[in-house]
């Protein structure tokens, strides 16, 4: 069966960078695309970022561009979402899903990331 | 960006009774295929989101029949025939025509 499991919360000071994990098993990785989505404490979904895991292709909000970077490992399985110089208002949960044909058919569990001093 | 619009952004519904959530977008989402790219997820509290419904009217596997979408172009309507308790949570629309996806503000839905 499909799934995903990202990695876990990080706490990270103003300026620094964070990179997350999303771990996928139980199809074919090189097939589909994979998206990433924020969701900020008492705000809706933002959508961030996609990439095809097969041929690399990529995506970006124009909101996060230039600080988001979305990369995936075929050896892993694994597609990672690095955000540089972050703010206060980066804190949040930040979601992976698989892309299937267009709907977000699977999701990861997310992983809260929190930038405080 | 397309810019994704629901209504209402509350919605306080007594069990048994139906519930209906509107998504407009800022441009049509059908495509050449004759498919309308809009999809309906539902994030129940301290969950991830789940996918609902799929080119506008596609259940998702899994999901109850009390649940349908409607709609064309620019204009989508998701209805409850009969909520239920476990539906309680946010509901959101997204189109995927663009591979830059945007999302509507989300409709709280609520037990009365």
């Known amino acids: 069966q499909v799934q995903f499991v990202q990695s876990g919360a990080e706490v990270k000071k103003p300026g620094a960078s964070v990179k997350v994990s999303c771990k996928a098993s139980?199809?074919?990785?090189?097939?589909?695309?994979i998206y990433w989505v924020r969701q900020a404490p008492g705000h809706k979904l933002e959508w961030m970022a996609w990439i095809h895991c097969g041929n690399g292709n990529t995506r970006y909000s124009a909101k996060s561009q230039g600080r988001l970077t979305i990369t995936s490992d075929t050896s892993a399985n694994t597609v990672y979402l690095e955000l540089a110089s972050l703010r206060s208002e980066d804190t949040g949960v930040y979601f992976c899903?698989?892309?299937?044909?267009?709907?977000?058919?699977?999701w990861g569990q997310g992983t809260p990331v929190t930038v405080s001093s | 960006d397309i810019v994704m619009s629901q209504s209402p952004l509350s919605l306080p519904v007594t069990p048994g009774e139906p519930a209906s959530i509107s998504c407009r977008s800022s441009r049509s989402l059908l495509h050449s295929d004759g498919y309308n790219y809009l999809d309906w997820y539902l994030q129940k509290p301290g969950q991830s989101p789940q996918l609902l419904i799929y080119?506008?009217?596609n259940r998702a596997s899994g999901v109850p029949d009390r649940f349908s979408g409607s709609g064309s172009g620019t204009d989508f309507t998701l209805k409850v025939s009969r909520v239920e308790a476990e539906d309680v949570g946010i509901y959101y629309c997204?189109?995927?025509?663009?591979?830059?996806?945007?999302f509507g503000q989300g409709t709280k839905l609520e037990i009365k």
């Open positions: 080119f506008a009217s």
């Open positions: 899903a698989r892309d299937a044909a267009g709907r977000g058919d699977s």
């Open positions: 997204m189109q995927s025509l663009e591979l830059v996806r945007t």
């Open positions: 139980g199809y074919n990785f090189d097939g589909y695309a």
